[in-house]
């Protein structure tokens, strides 16, 4: 009586994909420009932001892939300083304008009609 052999798993793995830096500003007055989609199989970690004082007016609108995390009535204001350095005179802190974000999760401008910029940082990997 011999020994057979049985396969474990008759699929490959694929092999993983390198992180990616994901660096965006976007300037103007236009309003609900698509800035950012996370891809399949992916993650974003990083930071937004705008270069205003008047959060009320701008900010970022964020929605999940199954879904709205909020809408243009309840928009993600993310007035942030990160941008301008850390000897900059409004700085808040390190933590400000964080995102963890998921595959298929978009991020959109809110813009009252005024030019400036909207900025985005941080690494894209695999989920």
């Known amino acids: 009586m011999g020994l057979t052999s049985t396969p474990i798993s008759s699929g490959t793995t694929a092999a993983a994909t390198p992180d990616k830096t994901i660096s965006i500003r976007q300037y103007g007055s236009a309003n609900n420009v698509l800035l950012y989609t ?4 992916r993650k974003f970690n ?3 932001g705008t270069d205003t004082v008047s959060g009320g007016s701008y900010g970022f609108i964020i929605t999940k892939a199954g879904g709205v995390y909020n809408s243009a009535n309840d928009p993600v204001y993310m007035t942030s300083y990160y941008f301008h350095g850390a000897n900059y005179q409004n700085r808040h802190p390190a933590s400000e304008g964080t995102l963890t974000l998921q595959a298929g999760d978009t991020i959109h401008n809110l813009n009252n009609s005024s030019n400036l910029s909207w900025y985005i940082l941080g690494v894209e990997s695999d989920a």
């Not at 996370?38 to 199989?41: D, K, R, S, T």
């Open 38 to 41: 996370v891809p399949a199989g």
């Open 46 to 48: 990083g930071r937004c």
